[in-house]
């Protein structure tokens, strides 16, 4: 943004110094043809002048005519390195003067102006035809002091240098407006990039220019819509939780009590006697789709706390192992599973109650693929100065072609026995992400089983 209209600005105002430097360059040189032809004028004024400054023809021996100079005159000659003259008679010989100054005569009485250069000087140079006591000679008077000439000697430091130094102060001066000028949005967009993602308090227009606060409004506008998108989202998220969870829950425990009685034979009172085949089917659909219910709602949770939307605590993980630990245990029992535990006090910065849910999901994936008495082990600790949560199992494990496919949503490999919805590991790396890390999944001991880590900032 600043850049662009940076460089508007200074395409906007470097031509028009531009423009001003060549205005100035050739007023300076109508200036100087100005003074110039009043130049000639004084030199076509001086010809009849030296011509009536001729009192005789001089005698034989000196062969030089004498003179009478007439102040004008006089003066014309005091700088000889500016000024020289000469006199020509009919026959084309010099009679007095420069030598180099001899040329071809007027063909009229009209004085004729012409430059040359001589000596690495350019001299204004005027010839005309005059009658003197010589006869009818050419007088021949050359100004080294034109005008014009000193114009093109001085361009460089009289014109056009100070309009470049004029230029490259412009560019300078409009690269500190501009900046000074977009304070206000350069602040504006530092304020945006400080922010938190769940931050959508409306900004202060009121300390804006007239010409910004159209944008802050706009921008407040849009964060009140977008605050009001995400409180709905919010509510609908706490809504659906209760509304799933709780009458989930009670079907679930309906079902349990049903599928006891099937299997003891003795329905309680008051309840509608199904085959235990159906019971159990009915069981089985009822935990899936309350853990499902479960998983989605954490993984949404998850993706809108991905970017860090609330500060990091310390979190004991020892703690947190072990009480994911007692959570499991009847299920790990009920396949004669040892889960155990290999913890050492340690402390991670992070999200408790999403570190609680990713190693819910890591062993109730482990618990639930192992098959009966295997090991899973639940650790904790420190691993190259960094704490790590991880969880290992001795079950069929994930072929390392496929460990990239497991953590995306719904995917399960063929042939996986028992139930699943491909979300546990899917919402265990949403979580790893939203804590700056990633799930390295590798073979358990002996090559056998999984062992899933995430290591975790200290």
Known sequence: M??????RLLMMLIPPVVALALLSAWLDYRAAASVALEQDQRLA?????????????????????????????????????????A??????????????????????????????????????????????????????????SDPRQQWGRNIVLKALLPNLVLAALAVFAVRWTVQRALKPLLDLRDA??????????????????????PLVESLNRLLGLVNAQAESQRRFIGDAAHQLRTPLASLQAQVEAWAQ?????????????????????????????????SQLLALSRADAHAIAAQPMRPVE???????????????????????GLDAEPVQAWGHEWLLRELL????????????????????????????????????PGVPPDQRAQVTQRFYRMSGTQGEGNGLGLAIADEIARAHGGQLELDSGAHGRGLKVTLLLAG
């Open 2 to 7: 600043t850049s662009g209209l940076r460089t």
């Open 45 to 85: 004024a001086l010809v009849p002048l030296l011509a009536d400054s001729l009192l005789s023809p001089g005698n034989r021996q000196t062969d030089s005519p004498v003179f009478l100079l007439a102040p004008a005159i006089a003066r014309f000659l005091e700088s000889p390195a500016t000024s020289s003259i």
């Open 87 to 144: 006199i020509i008679d009919e026959s084309g010989r010099l009679v007095h003067g420069e030598e180099w100054l001899v040329g071809q005569a007027p063909d009229t009485t009209e004085a004729v102006f012409e430059n040359a250069e001589h000596d690495g000087v350019t001299w204004r140079i005027v010839r005309q035809r005059q009658a003197s006591v010589l006869g009818n000679v050419v007088i021949v008077l050359a100004d080294a």
């Open 192 to 213: 945006l990039e400080r922010r938190s993602p769940r931050d959508l308090t409306a900004f202060d227009a009121r300390g804006s220019p007239d010409e910004v606060r």
């Open 261 to 293: 009685a099937a299997d003891s034979q003795t329905p309680p009172r008051q309840t509608i006697e199904l085959p235990t085949q159906q019971v159990h089917k009915l069981q089985n659909a009822t935990r899936r789709t309350s853990q499902l219910a």
């Open 317 to 339: 993980l020892k703690e947190l192992c072990a009480s994911l630990l007692e959570v499991h245990l009847d299920a790990a029992a009920a396949k004669q599973i040892d889960l």
């Open 360 to 395: 819910a999901n890591l062993v109730d994936n482990a618990v639930k693929y192992t098959p009966p008495r295997g090991t899973v082990t639940i650790r904790c600790g420190q691993r190259d100065g960094r704490p790590f949560l991880e969880v290992e199992d001795d079950g």
